[in-house]
């Protein structure tokens, strides 16, 4: 039993020692029922009149846009401006577990609860993709649509009171938790496309899904909800006619395919399965909960084509070239229980989460050419591991001082955070050379080698304090502040003030300015990888990526890694003049210094480094309202997300790694929806500009080929009609009039076999056309 799992023990077997005394104890006042709401730990507020700008998505917004592929990630580019969830491909483990940004950040700088409980990341470290290399984040579509309520979305820096990883943000997603009613939903939609590139029509990305939740009471006055989800989807294909590339072998077989249509970019195939809990018990006077999710995603994504000859093909196996298909076999869980209540005029909460992200990567239809004739063709590619166990004690206390229109809030509380990270070898075939000239190692891979695993842990511990008061009827002030100790590099210490000030009883300014920090992640602490291939001369090479603590790499000039630290400000205003019309105008600065990258340094060594510090500013527009309609109403809304990061020390990145940071993310977008409701018809329509990504390459030789892809209308649009009071039927579309991004030029199209590039929020498959029916009982 290694060190966490000791913990996690101890912990579970504490904390039910701790419920059952607290349990037992009598209480003086009646318990209360918390409301979370992401940003404040007082009471809940609307988001016009929060110090920081928040958005709400609802569950009518949820299900308005549940056509996405039934994917999260996929609903929250949708609907937020902020959030982008580009579609990788070609891209390792990239093609398996995607990352987000909010505001053009980095994919590890939003922090992500449920329930607001800390949530555990993707035990994968992205090496492979353009969007989020060298990181591991949130994965995102681990969690099903059918279980949530709302969605909040706290666009500032948070450390003070969430800690690490909250620089760009946090997204709180609520679970439902009725107790009574329940759904049963089923949609199919497919990819419908005219593909220029090929000059063909194309039908594919066949998506199925079908999902069910139900509410139950409990007790007296508890609560059960359930639920699940199926979800089935088919490969998608956006490849051009390319020809053989001038640096591949010259042969009669390798001829037979110039020009040819031999790769497959796009989506790779997946079957998911998604269960959820959560539920509410009363324990005397207090209050018992829990909640808890599973994931199992088994995924597909697309390597290269190996030509028949040459370097990386194996033609006594696949005497026409081979396109290998890398496997990802995903399993997520998380739970979450507690118990909270009332005493002495404080209200206590007591919890404890346990995540665990366990992921094992694979290959397909794929060689090691090095073994020659005896190579398998499938491969085990090693697997990656994550838990994380977290204990919360939170109090929330009011203070009546008289002079003030409310209670003073006063917030204190205490975290205790042990994680871990582990990765397993892959099959020996997958790394290890054999007796043949050839590449080393299974393609799309190779394997972790055995000599190269990990295990490393870490116990945190942080105390924070939190006070909101309104001062006046017009004039509203919080401050937090937060301290972090890590075990292994050391401790943080991040601080907030935001304030509101109502100038009239519709006009009103909001600001905030904090210190935020993101602590490296263990993966980037301990994550090792090495392969074996043929350098000049026909020598075996070794290249390797190495942690910080190894010799070799401390002798290319590696030292500790330490925390992202990050200092925000934002300010703005809200108008609000009703349900008709509200408007919120947010400016936005975020400078993170010491802001950890991969870096290649000399002897074929990588590691992690705190390399480079950025500045990011932008703004955010957001406007809403109801419009009367005839014996209708349309609900309308309308929001803009600008966001510009810029590097401080550019001098210390290659051009490629410069355009990750700075100009890969898209520069904007504005998204313009309404939905008009009309008796027992709703009719939705929405129109997303994505703006303007630029893609560099360095090619060697001083030849760095640069591209930048103007912006891209798409409009989606679904029609629903209650046949009904409780069956629902609706038709849609996304990318409805089937818009593409600009096609990549030749110097970046390998050779015309990827025609677009994957930056573009609109991504490369075309319009979706969808079916989808939802009963409520």
Not at 594 to 603: C, H, P, Q, Y
Not at 642 to 649: G, I, Q, V
Request: proline share 5%; glycine share 12%.
């Amino acid at each position: 039993m290694n060190r966490l799992n000791r913990c996690v023990v101890l912990g579970i077997a504490a904390f039910t020692g701790v419920l059952l005394t607290i349990g037992s104890a009598s209480a003086q006042d009646e318990a209360t029922e918390e409301i979370v709401v992401v940003g404040t730990r007082g009471e809940a507020r609307d988001p016009l009149e929060s110090a920081v700008p928040v958005d709400l998505i609802s569950a009518d917004d949820i299900a308005a846009a549940h056509s996405f592929g039934g994917e999260l990630g996929e609903l929250l580019q949708a609907l937020a401006p902020s959030f982008s969830f580009p579609r990788q491909s070609n891209s390792g483990l990239g093609d398996h577990v995607r990352a987000a940004q909010l505001r053009g950040m980095s994919p590890d700088h939003v922090l992500v609860l449920v329930n607001g409980k800390r949530q555990h990341t993707a035990a994968v470290v992205s090496l492979e993709s353009k969007i989020g290399l060298g990181t591991n984040p949130f994965d995102f579509n681990t969690i099903p649509l059918n279980a949530i309520e709302r969605i909040e979305i706290l666009r500032d820096g948070a450390g003070a009171q969430y800690g690490s990883d909250a620089i760009a943000g946090v997204i709180n997603i609520v679970l439902k938790d009725a107790a009574q009613g329940g759904t049963v939903s089923a949609s199919f939609g497919q990819h419908r496309t005219d593909f220029d590139p090929i000059n063909d029509n194309i039908e594919d990305g066949d998506t199925f899904s079908v999902a069910a939740d139900y509410g139950f009471e409990v007790g007296n006055g508890g609560s059960l909800r359930i639920g699940g989800e199926y979800r089935t989807r088919d490969a998608t294909n956006r490849a051009g006619i390319g020809v053989l590339p001038f640096f591949e072998e010259q042969t009669p077989a390798n001829q037979a395919l110039d020009p040819a249509r031999v790769f497959a970019p796009g989506d790779g195939g997946a079957d998911d399965i998604y269960l959820f809990y959560n539920t509410t018990i009363p324990v005397g006077e207090s209050e018992f909960y829990s909640f808890g999710r599973y994931s199992n995603r088994e995924t597909e994504g697309t390597g290269f084509f190996r030509y028949p000859d040459g370097f990386t093909s194996l033609p006594s196996v696949y005497p026409n070239g081979f396109r290998p298909i890398t496997t990802g076999d995903n399993t997520d869980t998380s739970l979450s229980l507690g118990l909270r209540g009332n005493n002495f005029d404080s209200d206590w909460d007591l919890s404890l989460t346990i995540g665990k992200n366990d992921f094992d990567s694979g290959v397909k239809n794929s060689a090691n050419p090095s073994l020659g004739p005896a190579s398998p063709t499938t491969f085990d590619l090693g697997g990656f591991e994550f838990t994380q166990m977290t204990l919360n004690a939170d109090v929330v206390r009011g203070f009546d001082l008289g002079n003030l229109s409310s209670p003073l809030t006063f917030a204190y509380g205490a975290e205790l955070r042990f994680e871990d990270y582990e990765t397993s070898a892959g099959d020996p075939e997958s790394y290890e050379p054999g007796p043949f000239v050839a590449d080393v190692g299974a393609q799309a891979g190779p394997g972790l080698p055995a000599d190269s695993v990990a295990d490393v842990d870490r116990t945190v511990f942080a105390a924070y304090v939190d006070v909101e008061a309104d001062l006046s009827d017009q004039f509203s002030l919080g401050a937090a502040a937060r301290f972090e100790d890590y075990d292994d590099f050391g401790n943080a210490v991040t601080g907030k003030l935001s304030g509101r000030f109502a100038v009239t009883d519709t006009f009103a300014i909001r600001g905030a300015v904090g210190t935020s920090f993101r602590a490296p992640s263990l993966a980037q602490v301990g994550y090792e990888r090495s392969t074996t291939n043929f350098g000049d001369g026909g020598m075996l090479e070794l290249f390797r990526l190495l942690p910080v603590s190894d010799p070799d790499a401390i002798a290319e000039g590696a030292v500790p890694l330490k925390e992202e630290e990050s200092t925000n400000l934002s300010i703005g205003f809200v108008y609000d003049s009703g349900p008709a019309f509200n408007l919120t105008v947010d400016y936005f600065q975020i400078d993170v210094d010491d802001r950890i990258t991969l870096i290649n340094a000399g002897n074929n060594i990588q590691y992690f480094s705190n390399l480079i510090d950025t500045e990011t500013t932008g703004f955010d527009v957001v406007a809403a309202g109801v419009i009367e309609v005839g014996s209708g109403a349309i609900d309308w809304r309308v929001s803009y997300n600008n966001s510009e990061t810029d590097a401080k020390n550019p001098g210390v990145l290659g051009v490629e790694d410069l355009n990750t940071v700075e100009t890969a993310p898209p520069e904007d977008k504005i998204i313009v929806s309404g939905n008009w409701v009309v008796d027992r018809w709703s009719t939705l329509l929405r129109v997303t500009r994505y703006g303007d990504t630029t893609r560099v390459f360095d090619f060697g030789g001083g030849f760095e080929p640069t591209q930048t892809y103007g912006s891209v209308w798409s409009v989606d649009a679904e029609v629903a009609v209650n046949v009904t009071d409780a069956w629902t039927v609706a038709i849609g579309a996304d990318n409805l009039t089937d818009e593409y991004p600009d096609r990549s030029s030749d110097d970046i199209n390998y050779f015309g076999h990827l025609p677009f590039d994957v930056l573009s929020g609109i991504g490369m498959n075309g319009r979706y056309i969808y079916l989808r029916t939802q009963f409520d009982f």
